[in-house]
């Protein structure tokens, strides 16, 4: 999912946090979970789950795969 500047990755703290990309997801599928993050000013591709086992999997594969950061060029993060 393509990720707008501005918009929050899941529910913030106080009035007028609540609108996220999260939210909207699970209006279509309930069960949708979150993978990695994207800070509120930063725009860039998420990646959600459908499942906890598909969750636990490419999380790791953010983590320690291709590194914390999708977006940094592959000389960056060891050519993943």
């Known amino acids: ?22 939210c909207l997801l699970r209006a279509f599928s309930p069960d949708i979970l979150l993978v990695h993050r994207l800070d509120r000013d930063t725009s860039g591709v998420m990646v959600f789950a459908l499942t906890s086992h598909a969750q636990r999997h490419m999380s790791y594969a953010v983590r320690n795969v291709c590194g914390a950061d999708l977006g940094a060029p592959d000389a960056w993060r060891g050519g993943c």
Not at 11 to 22: I, K, T, V
Request: glycine share 18%; hydrophobic share 40%; aromatic share 0%.
């Open 1 to 22: 999912m393509n990720k707008p500047t501005g918009l929050l990755r899941m529910p913030g703290r106080g009035a007028g946090l609540a609108d996220c990309l999260l």
